[in-house]
């Protein structure tokens, strides 16, 4: 698969200021041929393999970054021609293997740089990924917000109508759409009246569930066809959907929460469209840079590396999902202080480095047992031994 060169260009990363990220006019490409990497994977099996990256012929590092078309075929690139450790990214391989993994992606810069699945896993092999589609959301949000039909400092009930909580009115016509967003609604998980309305950060899915409904109600669409209309189509995200959760329910107790259903391969498609300022080729997703900026930066004082539903990596202090802290570290210290993460129970995670051109995601079961609903300590784990390949 051949693909012209691009225009490059260097830009600010949305929210984190002084750090750059390439950013593309086409799609990217050097004049060396590379096998797609649908071709190379290996065949899924439920035996240990070696953890080696999926690579292409050498080839010298590629301008800009690089979009994939729909469907397998995916540009490959040496770890060498990066200056990447290959033993030591094999390493990250054998330990996201031996921690229940079932996919894992990484991406530099937007080439699969490494690719492995186990435990019969496939490229198109999909699974609820959690609290991970809360980031997904926040992207919608802000194309919705850049189309002029979502207000972030509107009132919730100018979309769902007044009764929506079990506040009373005054109290419920003072939660914004901006604080669903930032977690920092002041709610209880029955959404009943806890504090003031930017003056707590409290993990609430709950609460967050609701803003799926504020956006098929500003947008008039059901949340799957604004997903397929503005994401998944144009990214080419088919191993997509969004499926009932028949054992967790809406705070109505009848209505069941939706999960998002996804491979890790659209994972990083998603990432990728993040790293790249919220562009995908030369079509701007997010329209609204400002809305962008915000949703990955400090959304509210109570815990700095939070986001418009995104975790945020080289802040003072955190919080996490559980209610301890302020914990007085950065999130993942052991990872690259200018990364954001979309996190999920059982380890769903996709991350995004600017500073290293990297997009990484991991599906598969909880590492280690680990019951968090967000950070677990596969996280430093992970981190560890990414930064231990990474170049020097």
Known sequence: MHIGPATISRRAFPGAAGLTVLAATGCGGSDATRRPAGQTS???????????PTLTSPSPVAPGLYFPGAGEAWETIEPADLKWNKGRLDEVLAFVERTSGSSFVMLHPGRIMAERYWKGADLHSSGDIASAQKSMVSVMAGVAVGAGKLSLDAPVSRYLGAGWTKTDAEQEGRITVRHLLSMSSGLTDS???????????????????????????????????????????????????WEPRPNMLMPDGVT???????????????????????????????????????????????????????????????????????????????????MVAAMGAGDKRMYVVPSLDLVVARHGAPANNSGAAALSAFDADLWTRIMAAAPA
């Not at 290996?42 to 080696?52: G, K, L």
């Not at 986001?307 to 302020?326: D, E, I, M, S, V």
């Open 256 to 338: 069941p929460m939706t999960g998002l259903v996804t491979s890790a391969r659209d994972m990083a498609r998603f990432g990728l469209m993040v790293q790249a300022g919220g562009a995908w080729v030369a079509t701007d997703i997010v329209k609204d840079k400002t809305y962008l900026a915000q949703s990955l930066g400090t959304s509210q004082p109570m815990n700095p590396s939070y986001g418009y539903l995104w975790w945020l990596n080289g802040k003072a202090f955190h919080r996490l999902p559980a209610g301890t802290g302020p914990i007085p570290t950065s999130l993942i210290p052991s990872g690259p202080p200018d």
């Open 42 to 52: 290996p065949a899924p099996t439920e035996e240990p393999t070696s953890a080696s």
């Open 191 to 241: 959404l009943a009246f806890s504090r003031e309305p930017g003056t707590l950060w409290y993990y609430n899915t709950p609460a967050y569930h609701m803003i799926k409904l504020v956006l098929e109600r500003a947008v008039g669409k059901a949340i799957t066809d604004y997903s397929r209309e503005i994401l998944w189509g144009p990214l080419g995200m088919g191993d997509s959907s």
